[in-house]
T-cell receptor, first 115, second 119 residues
């Protein structure tokens, strides 16, 4: 199957700093990538849909200035958590869709801890 | 409203036995897709099986099969011959389209079922 790589897999940062998470499709081109947030023992919450070459579409209640998404190429989307606070601590996971394939392929996830 | 319901927060099964994880869905779309993903404690999401709304036969992938009951709007996952490595969270998801989803045909997720396989 197609491979999606997410980096870093875990990060600890101080409150007020910004953290960038990368999501790469390694062996296919992904015009659309999705960013999710997951709290412990809960389901995935879609944050935004990232489209290559255009602005991301954010879900209701997600602050676009807080969670900056850039999809500059067909194989890379980035999520930047700006001025992170402890309440932003969570598991962030990206997924991508390959043309003609039904399922989404997921990255390994990134566990963010803000001190 | 588009919705996925997984009514079993947790399930136990004995190793080598079969287990059914429930999933019901609600949509007004005629064309939709249903997915099951597995999430072990490490966090990655692993695709298991897919069923299209127009597929007449139930999907099967190795030990996984999807019991698709369109009239009842259910898409239960059946795992045969459970193995210890099957212990994980299992999520049912539905791909929606149409205006409510915008142009990106996003997935609607259930809350998940935690499966524990006992030796």
């Amino acid at each position: 199957g197609a491979v999606v790589s997410q980096h870093p897999s875990w990060v600890i940062c101080k409150s007020g700093t910004s953290v960038k998470i990368e999501c790469r499709s390694l062996d296919f081109q992904a015009t659309t990538m999705f960013w999710y947030r997951q709290f412990p023992k809960q389901s995935l919450m879609l944050m935004a849909t990232s489209n290559e070459g255009s602005k991301a579409t954010y879900e209701q209640g997600v602050e676009k200035d807080k969670f900056l998404i850039n999809h500059a190429s067909l194989t890379l989307s980035t999520l930047t958590v700006t001025s992170a606070h402890p309440e932003d601590s969570s598991f962030y996971i990206c997924s991508a869709r390959a043309t003609g394939i039904a399922e989404l392929f997921f990255g390994e996830g990134s566990r963010l801890t803000v001190l | 409203a588009q919705k996925i319901t997984q009514t079993q927060p947790g399930m136990f099964v004995q190793e080598k036995e079969a287990v059914t994880l429930d999933c019901t869905y609600d949509t007004s779309d005629q064309s939709y897709g249903l997915f099951w993903y597995k999430q072990p404690s490490s966090g990655e999401m692993i695709f298991l099986i897919y069923q299209g709304s127009y597929d007449e036969q139930n999907a099967t992938e190795g030990r996984y099969s999807l019991n698709f009951q369109k009239a009842r709007k259910s898409a239960n996952l059946v795992i045969s011959a459970s193995q210890l490595g099957d212990s994980a969270m299992y999520f049912c998801a539905m791909r929606v389209s149409g205006e409510a989803a915008g142009n990106n045909r996003k997935l609607i997720w259930g809350l998940g079922t935690s499966l524990a396989v006992n030796p």
